[in-house]
């Protein structure tokens, strides 16, 4: 089996990874300036956020959702979404209490995310189009699901470790409640149609999860815990669920 994977970076080379732990044959193409391959590929995996490249990402062949992935892509959308469900969240500004966590509408890998308890400054980044939320305390966790509609998985969650907003490792661990958050995600794909992966990263705060965010795309670091800790090759399942 072939695999085109489109986008480099950490992202791509875990796909590598996990193509490999499946016996598949890998190419990648880490930007649309390079030529597409002609060879034929069994299927399309995007590893990016750059949208020319996503622009390949089409047909049978390729392992994504658009729809779920334009949801996702912007935090003011797919916060209105949840809110909308009836889905935890952490409270929103003016909502809650300081500190106030700020994130840009889009954007991924921490980027652009600051915490502040200037009320004020909040205010501002709030008019300009910016998420702000309640800081939670408490470890993030990563919970991946994958499936189409009637049928979806979702997987052990993992506890994700972060140096300043990046993601630096993720382990499969037990969690309070977990089945919980694993019922949260499964809820989520279905609640949004998904035919694809989905991950939810959530908080437990005060007996509850509250999820801080949504991504329709293979995450970072929770596939290599996964296969890990349990063998489970978050690629070779969304494989057999576009099978």
Do not use: H
Not at 63 to 91: H, I, K, N
Not at 118 to 126: H, I, L, N, S, Y
Request: hydrophobic share 45%; charged share 20%; proline share 6%.
């Amino acid at each position: 089996m072939k695999l085109l994977i489109l986008g480099g970076g950490p992202l791509g080379e875990q796909a590598v990874r996990l193509a490999r732990a499946a016996g598949m044959e890998t190419t990648v193409l880490e930007s649309a300036g390079e030529c597409p391959p002609s060879a034929t590929y069994d299927y399309i995996l995007p590893a990016t956020e750059d949208e020319t490249l996503l622009a390949l990402a089409a047909g049978e062949k390729a392992l994504f959702d658009r729809s779920a992935w334009e949801l996702t892509r912007s935090r003011l959308a797919s916060d209105e979404w949840m809110r909308a469900g009836g889905f935890p969240v952490p409270a929103y500004f003016p909502e809650g209490s300081e500190p106030y966590i700020v994130k840009p509408d889009r954007g991924s890998f921490g980027q652009g995310i600051w915490v502040t308890e200037d009320f004020c400054e909040v205010g501002g980044a709030v008019n300009a189009g910016f998420v702000a939320q309640e800081e939670l305390d408490g470890p993030v966790w990563s919970a991946a699901v994958v499936g189409a509609p009637g049928q979806y998985t979702a997987y052990t969650p993992a506890v994700l470790t972060f140096q300043g907003r990046r993601r630096t490792d993720a382990q499969c661990e037990p969690a309070e409640d977990g089945q919980a958050l694993m019922d949260m995600a499964r809820a989520a794909a279905e609640a949004m149609a998904l035919r694809g992966i989905l991950e939810v990263e959530a908080i437990r705060s005060e007996g509850t999860w509250k999820i801080t965010d949504l991504n329709a795309r293979l995450p970072m670091l929770t596939p290599d815990a996964l296969l890990a800790a349990e063998g489970v090759n978050l690629l070779g399942e969304l494989i057999a669920a576009f099978a």
